[in-house]
């Protein structure tokens, strides 16, 4: 009997999900998304869905042909979601992203032979900005008593699970994917150890 784990279902709906998402796309976007999923240097399958969608936003922005693309489309493109919506300014982390997704994109059609130039050779990756520091904060002993008390007072069958799943995540730290991911026989009783894959390919 095969056993399915959690992880391998969440490979399987993020594969699914991106997917669906290249559905009527042209030939060079699914490529795209192939070259980076089999290049081992993009193994999240939420990165991999992450620049296929940052790159499909940006050819129905332009609407070009691939190989009309110039640097002062690609800059201005950058400078234009540099600021939201709402006139606020997009995170620098985010302009990294999308720059590095365009970066790959054009890598891989100047790799496969469908375009001569690749416009983003001279473009800058974007700095992110020094002010967005993480601001982290912590629960105090009466906000996870508070925590703890509300799975009692919720009860049921699963009250100790989820009395389990609330001290690993308060207590490590822990992402929650790799929560979810976590099988029986990731867990070393005798020494008190979880092992996990963190963010994709990473052994903790």
Known sequence: MNIVTRKQEHLRDGVASIERLLK????????????????????????????????????????????????????????????????????????????????????????????????????????????????????NKKEIRKCMKAIEVIGGTYMVRDKAIMTILLTTGILNTCLTEINVDNIDFENNCIYVIDKGTKPR
């Open 24 to 139: 009527n796309q042209p030939e060079y976007v699914k490529g795209f998304y192939y070259y980076i999923r089999n290049s081992g240097k993009t193994a999240s399958y939420r990165t991999q869905k992450a620049y296929v969608d940052y790159v499909i936003r940006f050819l129905d922005r332009t609407e070009k042909a691939i190989d009309e693309i110039t640097m002062d489309d690609i800059t201005c493109y950058l400078s234009q979601l540099s600021i939201k919506a709402d006139g606020t300014e997009s995170s620098g982390s985010y302009l990294v992203a999308v720059y590095s997704a365009l970066k790959k994109f054009f890598n891989y059609l100047e790799f496969s032979e469908r375009i001569r130039k690749n416009p983003m050779t001279h473009i800058e990756r974007p700095r992110p900005k020094k002010a967005e520091l993480v601001n982290r904060t912590c629960l």
